[in-house]
């Protein structure tokens, strides 16, 4: 196993990971907030064959990261060389308004900070500064009706705007995850109209919230994986046709038909 501490200083860049072992080896990399549980800002199983150098981006960061990378097959095996360069962050030349930039002084702060938080089964209330903006934190979210679990992450109500969000599903996503998601529910109500979609358009709230985390520069296999992940829950052939526009509009993105790289 490896492991050490990276002073990253709540700064944002791009990580080149570069790995050396003996043979082929797969291995699962990690980066989380120091000392905090449920703080991961990476966390990805990569397959070296003596030696495999892989980016990272950070967006945003902890004042301290904690960095593994361990042998799946082997937890005792310690022939791991990690070696790591800090390099610019590459993002896009994206168009926020300031509802957006608004949303995201909430939208990462909990993110980061959401997964050693207590959350309640009423809801404990986050909010911006101006209390334009709320997101209430339950443990489980549950359907007002009936009591019943509900598979959903997180939701938005319509009107109100207010979202809500379940720990026991973030708890087991990543930081870019927990954003992508965010930006998701925020998408519909505050996104969906301006581009004449209605409210509960679920592929516009899709694209509209990949274009502002993409352009921040968090990872697309973040982005990817927390949606199958919700997908898998509900296999309908109008998720699948999400997920194949989804993939799409990510592949267009990245050779820049939506924005410049800066």
Same mark, same amino acid.
């Given at each position: 196993? *490896? ?6 200083? %709540? ?45 990272? %981006? ?79 934190? *339950? ?68 694209? %509209? ?48 038909? *939506?924005?410049?790289?800066?």
């Amino acid at each position: 196993m *490896f492991s050490t501490k990276y002073n990253s200083n %709540n700064e944002q860049f791009t990580l080149l990971i570069s790995f050396k072992c003996e043979g082929k080896k797969t291995l699962r990399v990690w980066a989380e907030d120091f000392g905090k549980k449920n703080s991961k800002y990476v966390d990805r199983c990569v397959t070296v064959d003596g030696q495999r150098s892989v980016y990272f %981006n950070f967006p945003v960061s902890p004042k301290n990261l904690f960095i593994g990378a361990i042998n799946i097959n082997d937890i005792k095996d310690d022939d791991i060389e990690v070696t790591t360069i800090k390099t610019p962050l590459k993002d896009y030349n994206i168009w926020l308004d300031q509802n957006t930039k608004e949303f995201l002084d909430l939208c990462i702060p909990f993110s980061q900070a959401c997964g050693f938080e207590n959350a309640t089964p009423n809801g404990r209330l986050f909010s911006d500064d101006n209390g334009k903006f709320n997101i209430k934190f *339950f443990d489980i979210i549950r359907d007002y009706a009936t009591g019943k679990i509900l598979q959903t992450p997180a939701r938005i109500g319509h009107k109100s705007g207010r979202i809500e969000v379940g720990k026991a599903a973030f708890d087991k996503y990543t930081i870019p995850m927990r954003v992508a998601i965010l930006l998701h529910e925020f998408s519909h109500v505050y996104k969906n109209p301006k581009t004449n979609l209605e409210i509960s358009n679920e592929t516009g709230a899709d694209i %509209n919230a990949l274009y502002i985390y993409l352009g921040l520069g968090f990872s697309k296999i973040d982005a990817i994986t927390v949606y199958a992940n919700v997908f898998l829950k509900a296999q309908t052939k109008g998720n699948v046709e999400r997920m194949r526009k989804i993939m799409d509009y990510i592949n267009k993105f990245e050779q820049e038909d *939506f924005a410049y790289r800066k």
